[in-house]
């Protein structure tokens, strides 16, 4: 029998030992509960308190941080778990990483896949935004148009805080029986994650549109492809020991996909109001490749995460001559999202956790309603054009601004 003596009390207690029993843990102190103090004890270094124990490898905990019990210890001895005073966190400390609870280790974590999706939301802002409307972007026959623009706006629906950016520039020509549009350009986005953490995306697109119009008839029919290849730059912010910490990281991502569109072209007038319905179906893939942080005590590593999404949108597009060379433009559409969360992610924390956790999805709101009002200008061959764009929810871009100049030779 051995004394392994208390942290200052008269009641000591054991929860947990490791398997060749050089390592115990439990909690010591004064009274029924003893619920005052967490320790670890090994015969060379005695009865260690769970801050004594992250002291000696120089981690220092925050003064609030107080330790009620520790519960459970991993076989080597190296990581112990257990609850903060009172049992108000459940806690996962590292001999020579620090103390998490895992309450914020998974806030930070999930944060971190849900600002990850901005690989998706980017490309949905291309196709949706910038190429949403198609028919003013047709040419006469034989004839040529260039243009360049841009979409700048917020992405903060649900739990996402951030800015999304796209400028592209491109050109097409009719050849009669279809047109066809080229364009390439640029993404860049930016998502607050908790504890002060972010994400950066940047991406460089190329997308193609094939215009075609049914013979006899005022529909058109618009078949479009994109891919995107996307930078992902990491910063996951925790609390580690009550004190601020983060771990980094560097990712590769791909999306690509296309959308089938078809626009009944000024199918009926309303008050001088040219009014043109449209019906479209957006697919889209992507992929993010696994990575590891670094630095920090609590670095986490992503097995590679791929989702599809498809959309189905109805709306119309209307447009009222104000004066022979300026139109009010506006649009509204409903969109639905036939899958409800986004795939399941594997992470692991190395060192804490005994492998891969599967992880939700981010849950997408599969319905909403996108709208927007501007105007167009025309200058010469030219068209120069703005609107401002909202959705009422769902995984799109909340706000966004875009603008364009188009020149037809």
């Known amino acids: 029998m051995i004394d392994i003596g208390n942290l200052g009390g008269n009641r000591t207690r054991i929860n947990a030992i490791t398997?060749?029993?050089?390592?115990?843990?439990?909690?010591?102190?004064?009274?029924?509960?003893?619920?005052?103090?967490?320790?670890?004890?090994?015969?060379?270094?005695?009865?260690?308190?769970?801050?004594?124990?992250?002291?000696?490898?120089?981690?220092?905990?925050?003064?609030?941080?107080?330790?009620?019990?520790?519960?459970?210890?991993?076989?080597?001895?190296?990581?112990?778990?257990g609850y903060l005073e009172d049992d108000s966190f459940y806690f996962i400390a590292k001999g020579d990483s620090g103390l998490i609870t895992l309450a914020d280790l998974e806030q930070s974590i999930l944060g971190t896949t849900a600002a990850i999706s901005s690989t998706r939301t980017a490309a949905s802002l291309v196709l949706n935004g910038a190429h949403g409307h198609p028919m003013s972007r047709r040419a006469e026959t034989g004839r040529f148009l260039a243009w360049a623009g841009g979409d700048y706006g917020q992405d903060n629906h649900g739990e996402r805080d951030g800015s999304i950016s796209v400028a592209e520039a491109g050109g097409g020509y009719n050849f009669g029986p279809a047109q066809l549009n080229l364009a390439v350009g640029?993404?860049?986005?930016?998502?607050?994650?908790?504890?002060?953490?972010?994400?950066?995306?940047?991406?460089?697109?190329?997308i193609v549109d094939v215009i075609i119009p049914v013979p006899s008839t005022p529909l058109f029919v618009t078949v479009t492809g994109i891919y995107q290849d996307s930078k992902l730059d990491i910063r996951r912010g925790y609390l580690n020991g009550g004190l601020p910490d983060r771990s980094d990281a560097d990712t590769d991502a791909t999306t690509y996909g296309g959308a089938?569109?078809?626009?009944?072209?000024?199918?009926?007038?309303?008050?001088?109001?040219?009014?043109?319905?449209?019906?479209?179906l957006v697919i889209t893939r992507s992929?993010?490749?696994?990575?590891?942080?670094?630095?920090?005590?609590?670095?986490?590593?992503?097995?590679?995460?791929?989702?599809?999404?498809?959309?189905?949108?109805?709306?119309?597009?209307?447009?009222?001559?104000?004066?022979?060379?300026?139109?009010?433009?506006a649009t509204l559409e409903g969109v639905y999202r036939f899958q409800d969360h986004a795939s399941s992610i594997g992470v692991s924390v190395p060192g804490v956790t005994l492998g891969f956790t599967s992880l939700a999805g981010e849950n997408y709101k599969q319905f909403w309603l996108s709208g927007g009002l501007g105007t167009e200008y025309d200058v010469g061959a030219g068209t120069f054009s703005v609107m401002l764009n909202g959705t009422t929810e769902g995984a799109a871009s909340n706000l966004w601004l875009?603008?364009?100049?188009q020149y037809k030779f």
Do not use: C
């Open 260 to 280: 089938l569109r078809v626009d009944w072209v000024d199918a009926f007038t309303v008050a001088g109001i040219d009014i043109t319905p449209f019906t479209k």
């Open 287 to 329: 992929k993010i490749d696994a990575f590891t942080e670094t630095g920090g005590g609590f670095p986490a590593a992503y097995q590679t995460q791929r989702d599809t999404i498809s959309d189905l949108h109805l709306g119309a597009n209307a447009s009222y001559a104000l004066r022979k060379n300026v139109r009010l433009i």
């Open 402 to 405: 875009a603008t364009s100049y």
């Open 19 to 81: 398997p060749d029993g050089r390592v115990a843990v439990g909690q010591s102190g004064t009274g029924p509960d003893i619920n005052s103090g967490g320790f670890r004890w090994t015969e060379l270094d005695g009865m260690q308190s769970i801050q004594a124990w992250l002291a000696a490898s120089g981690i220092t905990l925050a003064d609030d941080i107080v330790i009620g019990s520790a519960e459970g210890v991993s076989d080597d001895g190296s990581v112990i778990t």
């Open 186 to 206: 640029r993404t860049d986005s930016t998502q607050d994650t908790p504890f002060d953490g972010e994400t950066d995306h940047t991406g460089t697109f190329g």
